[in-house]
Structure formats: C-alpha cells, structure tokens
C-alpha cells in the first residue's frame, strides 16, 4: 500500500479538516471550556456532533454497529484534532477503550458501543499507577469474590476518569507485580461503588484522576476477554492507542509550526521580516524535515497496524518517539521564534506547547519508547 | 495469477538461474562493484556472468525503453524487480554515473540520436562517465563556475579547472558544465559532452582525509569540443547556454542519490548489530551508549519510512519537487552519525588504520568518508537554504 491518503481517506480528510477547524478550534473548543474551569475539561455537544460525523464509532466493527474502519481513518481524524487542540474523549474512548472491547463478550459490546457510537457515553482507561507509563508493572489486584471480582488498589492519571461512564482497568488476577501474565481487564461502570476519584486538572487543561479501587465489586460478565488472558489485549490497546497518540502528536506538530512559519512572514524587526534571517530559515527547514518524518512514520505504523503485520508493535514504537521529539522541537521553536509573544496566554503557541507535553507522556514517553525499540530488536 | 504476480514469478525464476551465489553477498570493496566502459575488466567470471545476463535482459537499466537499451518495465514491475533483487542480496549488475545522472537527463532533454547512441551505450556497459560540475571556486555557489568555452563556430575551445570529478581518471567521458556567455550567470552555461581522451585533458586524483578517494581534479586546456558528432547528435545536451535547465534536473537526481534511497542500508538501523560487535570485542554495549543508539535507530527507521513514501508519492506525481533536498539534508546528516556511533561501539579497534582485522581501516576510512556526504551534491546548509525558500516560501534576504 502507498504511504499517502487513497481517494477516501482524503476525501475523509477534507471533512475532519474542515470540522474540525470549524467545531473543534481553540477558541470554540480549548479556551471556552478552560476559562469556565469545566470539570470535564471538555465538551459533550461536540462528542456529539462527531457521532453525527461518524468519527465514533470509526474504529468498531459494522456488525457492532460501527463503520469498521481502521487507524489510518481513525489517525485523520485525531491529526486534525491535534492541529486543533480540541479537547475530546476519541483517544480514550474511540481508539483504546474500543480496541479493548473488541475483546469484549457481545453482551458488553451491546451494554457499551450503542453509546460510543451515539456520542452519548465516554470512556477512560485506567492502566498507569505511577508518574511514569509502565505497564510492564501492574499491582491494581482483583480476586474472585462470589461469581465475580473484588478490585481493590490505585490508579494514577487516568484521563477523563471521572466524566467516563466506564472505565477499562488493567488489574492482576494471578502472578505477581512484574509477570507478564495474570491481567485481566475489566469493563468497571461508572457509578461502581467503592471507587473513587481525586479530580486532578493538567497543565494542559486536561482532566485526569487518581482513581482509588477500595474492594470494588465487579460481575462476572465486567471481564473483557478471558480472565489472566489480558496482556495481550492490554497490549493491543497500548499499540493502537500509541499510533493515535503519534497521531495526535503530528498534528500538534503542524499546527506549531504552520503558525511559527506564518508569523516569521508577518514580524519585522531591525526593519526586515524575522523569515528573511538565515539563522530563523535553517531552523524552520529543519523543523520541516523532522515533522515530515514524523508524518512519514505515522502513516507506515497506521498500515502496518492495519494489515496485522508483526512489525506494527515495533513501528508503534518508533513513531511515537519520533513524534514526541518531532512534535517537542515544533512547540519549543514555536514559542521561541515568536518571542515575547510566545510566552503571553492570549496568543496560541503556548497551548501547543502544553498540549505536546502532555501527549509525549501519555502512554510512554520518547526515552520509553527507543528504550522499547531496543529491546524489540534485540539490544 | 494477476499480471504483477506471474512476473514476480518469473523474475525470481530468471534471478535464481542467472545471478550467480557470488553475486549475491554485499559489496565489500571497490573490486566488487562493476563499473563497465572501454577498460573495464571483471574481477571473476561470476561478475562477468551476472552483468551479461542483465544486460542482454536490459535489467542494467530496466526501467528504460527497450529501444534504449533498457527492459521497458513499469514502475510497478520495477519495484518487483528491485524487491526480488534485494530479497536474495543480488549486487547491481553494473554501476554507473551514466545510468544514475546523465541517462535520466538524455532521457528528458536528449535528441533522439543522442538517446540511440549513448543510453544503449550506457546500458551495455560500453562506456563510462564522470560529472564535471564544481570548480575551485564554485561549490555549492555551482552557478559562478569559470570554465569557459570559447565558439569557433562549429566546436568550442574549452579552458579551465573541474575538481571533485568522481573517477575522472577511470571515464571514457566526461558531461560538463562550461560558461559559454560571460555575461549571463543562468543563461550562460552548456552542458557539453566529451571525450576525456581528447588533447588537452588531464586529470589528478585528489587524496581525502579516509587516506583515498574516487575524486580528482580535472583540468582543461584548449580542449576541442565539437557541436556535434554526427547527424542528430549533438556536443551538448539540450540548448545551448540553457545547460542550467539540465544540470538543476541531474541535481536532483543526485540528491537523491546520495539520500540513500536505492540501499536505504546507509541509514537503517544498527543496534542490533552494534551490540553483537560489541559483545565481540568481550563488551557490553555502555549504557549510555545503547540509549543513543536506540535514539538513533528511532530516527533512521522512522526515515525509512520517509524514504519509502517519498518514493510512494514521486512514483505518483504527489509531493513537492524540492523534497529530495529535504531527504538529502537529513540522510546524510543521519550517515554521519550512524558512522560517529559505530566508531564509538569499535572503541580502539575502529582507530587501526590499516589491520586485517579492519579490513584496511574500514571503520576510520568510511567514519572519515562521511563527513563529505553533507558536502558534496550539495552542502547541508545549502538544502535548508533551498527548504526555506521553495518548501516553506520565506522571503528572500
């Protein structure tokens, strides 16, 4: 498959753009529910209106009501929610918690998707329990109790945790802290009694909890998958909601730089336009080159993910190290180049830089990941 | 079977009976690769046998017209072509700055005798070419060269000085750069074709800091250059003083060239291998070491990529036509580095300069060798210059 957009993706890609700029910009979107202080940190019409999109239930299968599609489609839609900023719950709930369901028996598949797909529910996962991604560790315990399970232990930034209607957890079932095997996810509804959730607003407007399981009780019918069977799951969650991070993270990355390049065509100072200055022109072409890469990358690991390849788990890897360097030299030269500008709250550039910092730590980080490709290949 | 599919059969049916095991292992020295032309000699009888039968099969250059020369294979066939050649390691048959840079230019700005003279020469291996563009003064700055040829009506005389020439010392021919109207710094330069035989043509091979080098210095004086060589084939390619036109197109097939697209091995990952060598000379890889390894293998794999639908998109009529600067800027800035950390995994080892064990210095002649990829074809500086401008359009100074 070529590594460019065939005739329905752009197609696809034309809309999410123009949506997106339209329903999803900054000021619409970012700033209007920051500076209301929103405890979600954002907005349900919108969720709603990218129901009425389709963009949903992209990544669901059409026999459980979704359009079936896949993580290129799915990338389009978060490249421009990047580019926009826009605060939604498509990575936690349309990429992460739908590739967990999946999974999932068709009686949770029928208690969850309909309101996935209707933008009427939001989801959150819950797999950290430290400042740093490390899902290789899991202590969050659930023991047979009765028919089902009692949950009981902590989870740390969990995105959208407490707006979520249903909570995909990673918990041990067997084994101990560090054995690959033993997980079992679990579908744990919102109003679960004995969880609760200290509400925690990042530097980026965001939402996160830290979610506490005190002996929460769970049904039987709660597990996605087979009980102990949920690494592998767990893992094509992570892969397919790093791709989408990666995703995100390009977008970030473009609307950085598009806006750096445009203001070093508008300023002047010492009486020449900024862009004139080779010392600015060499830093913006290698800016370019490195955001291209990192567009380059994105779209091979969204293919390989697509077609099953085994290397998707590598490429996942490079592309999300890739962006957060890509992505991370965007912000900073943006804010940079614009100067004091840049350092204001009223102009955009700084809320890149947030958003980017942010999204380089969720689900791993660039040092996580080339650590990754290390041992991946062997080193 | 789809049309694709029988000749991907086919090919690996025609690779497997006529690319001999030899043939097959990577290019080790300068011996290994073949270079054709009027004294070309082969190393074995596997070399001979493999570039034969490409040659008769037109696979030196397949993608040209079979009137040329060439196979006449579509892109799509041509892609099969190279997979099925790197699946089972296969050596290119036959290298030449005639099939990389002044073919694709004859091709789009040759007259059609000059195609059925030299690109069927080309392609049989008969003659060999080296590129005569920078002079002393005039790097990157191309269009400032001072080598002039002077209009005797139906020659030029040609005086002045090209450095840089790659095997200029091995060509049979050399394509030119020469200022034929002082007075015009664009539309002032042909681009002229002649044989390094002709009097007055000399050349001396220039050594490098590796301690060799393919490069010389090649001078000319009052050498004769007809306008023409025979009926519809001209001295010179497309018109004359518009050599410019010619020379920015070749430009751009050399960047991406030197971007390491054909091998893409320049700038894969080495990690892996990195830490077997390192456990070879009873190391452990520092870890410090390994962590910039593994940073560096994220960006060449995810340049792999790049490179890949850079290709995708050219092959497609997409993307921009100053991308090969952008690939060129940061492939050779990535062989840089590759080379600086394979040094470091060797340690000592890699500083022995001329050991069995290094293969006569490999390590420190190719590390050293590196640091003219972000020179030459173009300095790194001078790819940002062009992003800047023609990708990104911001404004001129």
Request: proline residues 3%; negative net charge; contains cysteine.
């Amino acid at each position: 498959m070529p590594l460019y957009h065939d005739e329905d993706q752009t197609m696809l890609a034309d809309t999410a753009t123009s949506f997106m700029a339209e329903e999803g910009n900054i000021a619409k979107q970012l700033r209007h529910w920051r500076d209301r202080n929103c405890k979600d940190g954002f907005g349900h019409g919108l969720w709603k209106q990218m129901a009425e999109m389709g963009f949903t239930g992209m990544l669901v299968d059409e026999e459980d009501g979704g359009l079936g599609m896949g993580h290129v489609e799915a990338g389009i839609v978060l490249e421009e929610i990047g580019r926009n900023l826009t605060p939604s719950p498509f990575l936690t709930s349309s990429v992460l918690a739908a590739t967990a369901l999946k999974h999932g028996s068709s009686d949770l598949k029928g208690r969850y998707l309909p309101g996935l797909i209707e933008g009427e529910s939001v989801f959150a996962v819950a797999i950290d329990e430290t400042a740093k991604h490390r899902p290789s560790r899991i202590t969050t315990r659930a023991e047979k109790s009765g028919n089902g399970f009692k949950l009981t232990g902590s989870k740390s930034f969990v995105i959208q945790g407490a707006s979520a209607d249903m909570l995909v957890v990673a918990a041990r079932t067997s084994g101990s802290d560090e054995d690959e095997d033993g997980i079992t996810l679990f579908a744990v509804p919102k109003d679960a009694a004995n969880m609760s959730h200290d509400a925690v607003r990042l530097v980026d407007s965001s939402m996160a909890t830290h979610t506490k399981f005190d002996g929460v009780e769970l049904d039987g019918d709660a597990v996605i998958g087979e009980v102990d069977g949920g690494r592998e799951i767990l893992n094509a969650m992570l892969t397919a909601g790093r791709v989408g991070a990666a995703a995100e993270g390009v977008g970030v990355a473009r609307g950085a730089m598009d806006m750096t390049i445009d203001y070093l065509k508008q300023r002047k100072q010492f009486g020449k336009l900024i862009g004139e200055f080779q010392a600015l022109q060499h830093r913006a072409s290698h800016l370019y080159s490195e955001v291209e890469i990192a567009r380059a990358v994105v779209i091979k690991a969204q293919q390989l993910l697509d077609e099953g390849a085994e290397s998707a788990e590598l490429m996942s890897s490079v592309a999300k190290a890739k962006v957060a360097k890509a992505a991370g030299l965007a912000v900073k030269e943006g804010v940079q180049m614009h100067g004091g500008i840049g350092m204001t709250d009223e102009y955009d550039i700084g809320l890149y830089m947030k958003r980017d910092r942010a999204l380089q730590e969720f689900l791993g980080d660039a040092y996580f990941h080339a650590n990754r490709v290390a041992e991946l290949s062997g080193y | 079977m789809s049309d694709l599919e029988a000749f991907r059969q086919e090919t690996r049916q025609w690779l497997e009976a006529n690319c001999p095991p030899e043939m097959r292992q990577p290019v080790r020295d300068d011996e290994d690769v073949y270079w054709g032309g009027r004294n070309a000699t082969f190393k074995n009888d596997a070399q001979k046998a493999w570039f034969e039968a490409a040659r008769d099969k037109g696979y030196t250059v397949p993608s040209w017209p079979k009137e040329y020369g060439g196979a006449g294979l579509s892109p799509a066939e041509a892609k099969i072509l190279r997979q099925e050649m790197s699946r089972i390691g296969a050596r290119p048959p036959l290298s030449s700055f005639g099939i990389w840079m002044l073919g694709p230019a004859l091709l789009k700005f040759g007259t059609e005798g000059q195609k059925q003279r030299f690109l069927n020469e080309i392609a049989r291996g008969e003659i060999r070419w080296c590129q005569g563009y920078s002079e002393p003064g005039s790097g990157s700055d191309l269009v400032s060269m001072q080598t002039f040829g002077e209009d005797k009506g139906d020659h030029w005389v040609v005086n002045g000085q090209k450095i840089w020439t790659s095997y200029a010392d091995k060509a049979d021919w050399i394509f030119c750069l020469v200022r034929t109207d002082k007075d015009n710094k664009y539309q002032g330069i042909t681009f002229m074709l002649f044989d390094m035989a002709s009097e007055g043509v000399s050349t001396k091979p220039i050594l490098l800091i590796s301690g060799n080098s393919p490069f010389c210095e090649t001078f000319m004086d009052d050498v004769k250059v007809p306008k023409s060589y025979g009926e519809d084939v001209p001295g010179y390619v497309g018109e004359i003083n518009r050599g410019w036109d010619v020379a920015k197109y070749l430009l751009g097939h050399e960047r991406e060239m030197i971007s390491g697209m054909g091998g893409g091995d320049r700038t894969a990952a080495i990690g892996s291998a990195m830490k077997r060598l390192a456990g070879k000379n009873g190391d452990d890889l520092d870890p410090v070491l390994r962590s910039e390894l593994a940073l560096f293998d994220v960006d060449a794999l995810a340049f792999t990529a790049m490179a890949e639908k850079f290709m995708d998109e050219m092959k497609a009529g997409k993307g921009h036509p100053a991308q090969p600067n952008m690939m060129k800027y940061v492939g050779t800035e990535l062989n840089k580095r590759r080379h600086e950390l394979m040094m470091s995994v060797g340690g000592s080892r890699s500083l022995e300069w001329e050991s069995e064990e290094t293969g006569g210095g490999k390590p420190s002649r190719n590390w050293l060798r590196t640091k003219a990829n972000s020179i030459e074809g173009g300095t790194s500086e001078v790819m940002l210059n062009v992003i800047s401008k023609r990708i990104l359009e911001l404004p001129g100074s």
